[in-house]
Structures are given as C-alpha cells and as structure tokens.
C-alpha cells in the first residue's frame, strides 16, 4: 500500500508542470504566503472573533486549535517522520518558490488551514465555514502546486486539522462554555 502511495505522490508531482501557467503560479504563490504561519487565519477569523463578543469563544477555540496542531504537526510528527521534500529532488531553477529547508510530513500550512476551516464548520454559519473551505483547498492544493508537498502530505495536513479541530471544538463546548 505504502508504495502505492508513494508512485502516486511521485506522479502527481511528476505532472504539475503539465498544468502550470502564469495565473496559476501568482494564485498558488499567494495562496501559499496567505497561508504562512497560519496568517490568513489569525486575521480573518481569530483575531476578529476574539474582539467580537458573539464570537468570542470560537475565536478562543481557534486560537488553541491552532496551537495544539502546531504542536503536534510541526514538533511531534513532522520531526519524528523526518520526510524530504519533493523540492529536494527538484533543481532551485525549477522551482517558482524558494525550497522549504524543513520535513514535508505533514503539510503545516494545510493543516492549520483545515484546522480553522473545522472550527468554523462546528462553531459557525455556513457564510464563515464555506469561504474558509475553499480557502483552505486553494492553500493545501498550493503546496502540492509548487512542488513544496506531496499529495499525501497534504491529505494528512487534512487529517490533521480536521481531528485536532474537532476534538479541540467538542471539549471547549462541551466542557469550557457550558
């Protein structure tokens, strides 16, 4: 199964090239800076809900998602799996970006960005949780775009932030603001 997997992270980034184009290398290149450190969530969505009161919880809900998939996805995974990049096979001339110098497993920028999604989708109405969605896909389909992640990288990205979210948004509202 492993190797499954891994021919089809190779021939996914082997095909990007296929569809590259000078809209889609600005879009994903943004994408891919907006989703940095979690930036395009903390100031669309944590810091204007923790100012505003209505959303004040989910924006503490947010903040500690944030940092507990930091946690677990930088620190704990990302160093235990100890993953190369797709971009280390890949000449810097190739590349639209500058290479990542850290592991690829998991993809932190997808991860943070399901992970905000999720807490909106379990916290929110639909008019926060579907812009975040497709902001989120734009984000985790930039990594892969600019040759910085595998598929499967991204996909655990997915995982990642959609339990870490989940999990974190059922304890607060079940045993925090009650």
């Known amino acids: 199964m492993f190797r499954k997997l891994k021919a089809l992270d190779y021939k996914v980034t082997d095909s990007i090239p296929k569809i590259q184009s000078r809209f889609l290398d600005r879009l994903m290149i943004l994408c891919t800076y907006a989703g940095t450190g979690a930036f395009i969530w903390w100031v669309a969505l944590a810091i204007p809900f923790v100012i505003y009161k ?33 971009s280390n096979l890949i000449d810097q001339d190739e590349m639209i970006i500058h290479k990542p110098k850290d592991n690829s497993f998991p993809s932190g920028h997808t991860a943070s960005s399901f992970c905000a999604f999720t807490v909106t989708f379990w916290n929110c109405p639909p008019y926060f949780w579907i812009p975040a969605l497709v902001v989120a896909i734009l984000i985790g389909f930039s990594r892969v775009y600019l040759r910085v992640h595998y598929l499967s990288d991204v996909i655990g990205g997915v995982i990642l932030g959609i339990v870490d979210a989940s999990v974190i948004s059922f304890l607060f509202n079940r045993f925090v603001f009650v």
């Open 54 to 86: 209505p959303y004040r919880n989910t924006g503490i809900i947010l903040i500690v998602s944030l940092g507990i998939n930091y946690l677990i996805g930088e620190i704990i995974i990302k160093k235990t799996v100890g993953r190369g990049r797709p």
